[in-house]
């Protein structure tokens, strides 16, 4: 066992999974996860959606439980449960009461383990992931940012969609999914997290005999780092507003100080309402209702993304305000007094996620599984304290490059439009 702070301990079980603790004793409720390395990135051209699929099917009945037992077991101790599929990795999750752990427990692990995948159920929910699809599709948001990482990713794995395509859904069967799980699904590629009011000792005994049959399988290939290409994607839909998905090279993830100075960056240029982005081109010039930018990390590569949503008559002005910003980044730099208001924020930010333990669940589990290591709350707001305006700039200079800038339009008549000339 080592310690990853004061609160929080990490062990690792003889197969190789790991489990992080961390017990809150002023809270009642209890949060557990079982958290997989294994997302869309992991998938061969033929498996695309297979990992969004399989995280689909073990809600749908194990031999002990239908799926609606699965539900109705839940419901009846007021329990949550969810899950998601991220490029990187997996979550299956459940949120309830402390007394009430050893059900949630057993319900997930059941499903973990002993799902059936039955093909009646397989072909339902086949047609629920393909109207996700279509749902996707008709959010112009959603698909603009898709696009930039297609893009951006060249069609490569991590830049593909996390649902699939309809022409891979439509084929998959049983032994497909129970032979990407027995590849995927593996001890040393899995943390167990579980944060709330916990007996340690005990809960470590529950989850070692619950995971006793998790044995070793054939790892996976290593995927290759996917690099960065800057690019131009138009997709033609017939709506009334134009959907921007502006990108830079972002910064992967990670926990030294580049990772706190692309938040502070973040946070000054597009994070919020009084970010110089929103300030500009919403409160000063009017030209949209809505509009930020984020950082997608990934473990090697990142990018910098800026969303817009406007009507085409605006595109040209907005796109050149947007540029403008990026420069004025560095002909009107910030000042020491901005960005000391920014740390403020990144600190209140973490501090008060703190107060929720399916957030602290989450924090753990996955820093545990992407980083293999736990950042405690005090080293992070040590790391926010550090930044200064020479590292800031040192992040924008990596990002905010304008030879590399990529771009995605969904809206009507986009397809005509000459983007690289837009972009000047």
């Known amino acids: ?34 958290w997989v390395r294994n997302g869309s990135r992991n998938e061969s051209a033929r498996q695309g959606g297979m990992s969004h699929f399989l995280e689909h099917m073990l809600f749908k009945g194990t031999e ?50 002993n799902s059936k995948f039955d093909g009646a159920d397989i072909d339902k929910e086949r047609n629920v992931i393909l109207e996700e ?7 112009p948001d959603s698909l603009a940012v898709q696009l930039l990482q297609e893009q951006v990713f060249q069609k490569k794995p991590l830049g593909l969609s996390i649902l ?41 005994e529950k989850i070692g005999t619950a995971f006793a049959g998790f044995g070793k399988r054939r790892k996976p290939k290593i995927e290759a780092p996917t690099l960065y290409t800057p690019g131009f994607s138009l997709r033609d839909k017939d709506i009334e507003q134009v959907h921007v998905a502006m990108g830079f090279p972002g910064l992967p993830m990670g926990q030294d100080e580049t990772w706190y100075a692309i938040s502070a960056v973040n946070t000054i240029f597009g994070g919020g309402m009084s970010s110089r982005l929103f300030q500009k081109l919403r409160e000063e010039r009017g030209l949209v209702y809505s509009v930020y930018s984020y950082n997608i990390a990934f473990s090697d590569t990142g990018i910098f993304v800026i969303y817009a949503a406007l009507n085409p008559a605006q595109l040209q002005d907005a796109l050149s305000l947007i540029t403008e910003e990026t420069r004025r980044l560095f002909t009107e730099r910030i000042t020491q007094e901005q960005l000391s208001k920014t740390k403020e924020q990144l600190k209140s930010s973490v501090l008060l996620s703190l107060e929720s333990s399916m957030s602290r669940m989450g924090s753990i589990g996955v820093t545990q599984l992407m980083l293999d290591r736990i950042v405690s709350t005090d080293e992070v707001v040590k790391k926010i304290d550090a930044i200064t305006l020479e590292g800031l700039y040192n992040v924008c200079e990596r990002v905010f490059k304008l030879d590399k800038v990529s771009l995605s339009l969904v809206g009507r008549g986009v397809e005509g439009i000459n983007a690289e000339k837009m972009m000047g």
Do not use: W
């Open 133 to 139: 699809i279509n749902m996707m599709e008709d959010s």
């Open 64 to 113: 002990k439980r239908t799926a609606f037992d699965i539900a109705d077991t839940m419901d009846a101790i007021g329990g949550h449960f969810n899950a998601f599929t991220s490029q990187e990795n997996t979550c299956y999750s459940t949120r309830t009461l402390d007394t009430h752990f050893e059900t949630a427990l057993d319900v997930l692990t059941d499903m973990f383990f």
């Open 1 to 34: 066992m080592k310690k990853g702070s004061s609160s929080i301990k990490i062990h690792t079980l003889p197969s190789g999974l790991r489990v992080v603790m961390e017990a809150i004793p002023h809270v009642r409720s209890v949060s557990f996860g079982i």
């Open 164 to 204: 699939g395509k309809p022409e891979t859904i439509k084929k998959f069967q049983r032994e497909d999914f129970i032979s990407f799980m027995e590849k995927k699904y593996r001890p040393d590629n899995t943390v167990v997290a579980v944060a709330g009011n916990i007996d340690e000792k005990a809960v470590l």
